[in-house]
Nanobody
Framework: QVQLVESGGGLVQAGGSLRLSCVASGSFSRINTMAWYRQFPGKQRERVASITSAGSTNYADSLKGRFTISRDNAKNTVYLQMNSLKPEDTAVYYC????????????WGQGTQVTVST
């Protein structure tokens, strides 16, 4: 059974930083693209950033320069470093990964709350 488990969310003051982590575990042969999404109350989930297995990254235009995605393939882990946080970054952040098991599928983590106070 495959699982994605996020950690690192919490409460931070505006201007502060947080680092989210997401570990993939279970039976799979390969992890392709990993990504972070976020969801505001009453809104659809939106992509924050993604990273391929080769390390190519892509960001939402509005977040370039403040957020950095990285991964450690040996640890099956993806990270999201968030700097200069703003109250409008408050959301639930979800990890997503494309994993190869007996088929290539899409998995989501359970989400981690990030709250930025003024």
């Amino acid at each position: 059974q495959v699982q994605l488990v996020e950690s690192g969310g919490g409460l931070v003051q505006a201007g502060g930083s947080l680092r989210l982590s997401c570990v993939a575990s279970g039976s799979f042969s390969r992890i392709n693209t990993m990504a972070w999404y976020r969801q505001f109350p009453g809104k659809q989930r939106e992509r924050v950033a993604s990273i391929t297995s080769a390390g190519s990254t892509n960001y939402a235009d509005s977040l370039k320069g403040r957020f950095t995605i990285s991964r450690d393939n040996a640890k099956n882990t993806v990270y999201l470093q968030m700097n200069s946080l703003k109250p409008e970054d408050t959301a639930v952040y979800y990890c997503h990964a494309e994993l190869v098991t007996s088929y290539t599928g899409s998995w989501w983590g359970q989400g981690t709350q990030v709250t930025v106070s003024t």
